[in-house]
């Protein structure tokens, strides 16, 4: 099966797909030429779909994706330059959470998006594995806790370090700091050998982040509870991560107890400018 083809009716041979492929895995010929893939094409591919969702006639077509399964870009309505800044400046890290788990269709629907996040080569290493049930998070984060306390017992200085005692003095007074209270927690891992593992384990949570409010939900990052399945054996165990995979990232999930009226500030960019 050809794994490019080109509709020559529709192609107007404006070499926009060689240009746009980030893998240069596609020719111009001679000049009436239509595009057409090189030999190795398939060895280095990156499964982008670029060619096929730039070209400005639908000429393009993979085995994989038609111009007909790409849906069309709405360029309206569009999130003006204001709005965007709002978007971007408003995503806050909850804390706070209702007693409400999340419905699973949302829930989905925040993994859908979030594989829409940039990965190194398109690789889209991720993985996911979501807490849906309230108690199972509750007894998750009392494992961390548990292994917070053998860290603080074996490398007080460490854990001093990590902020570990305060969090674990607030477990004891009935105070969860390590999910929030939060009904979910979601774990994004891969290939424990992969090498741009937190970078897109990162962009996906940022991406999720993001869309969360759209749906309703707020989210935090679980810095304590990633690194947790990472070092403590019987947490990632019981999470039933495979075990040639690692945690990238986690989130805690659910609805928002509050609503925040004002926009924190944040320091200025430290630029060099040269
Ligand atoms: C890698 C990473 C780990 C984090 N871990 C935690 C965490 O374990 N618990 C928590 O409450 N917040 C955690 N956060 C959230 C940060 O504290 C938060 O992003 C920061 O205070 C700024 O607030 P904002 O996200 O509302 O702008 C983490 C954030 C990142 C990026």
Redesign the pocket.
Known sequence: MKTVTIDVEKCNKDGICVMACPANVIQMGAPDDVPAPIQDFETYCLKCGHCTAVCPTGAFSLNWLSPDQCPPIQREPTLSEQQSEQLLRR?????NYKDKPVEREKLAKLLEIACYAPSARNNQPWHWTVVVEPAQTRRFAGMVIDWMRTVIEQNPEQAELRGFPRVVSAWDAGEE??C?GAPHIIVVHGDKNYGFGAEDG?LA?GYL?LYAPAIGLGS????????AVNACPPLFEALSLPTDHRAF?AV?VGYAKFRYQRL?L?NNPRVNWK
């Open positions: 995503r806050r890290s909850i804390r700091r390590i929030r990162a949570l982040e935090c990052w679980g810095g304590y509870f990633y690194s990232g805690m924190p944040r």
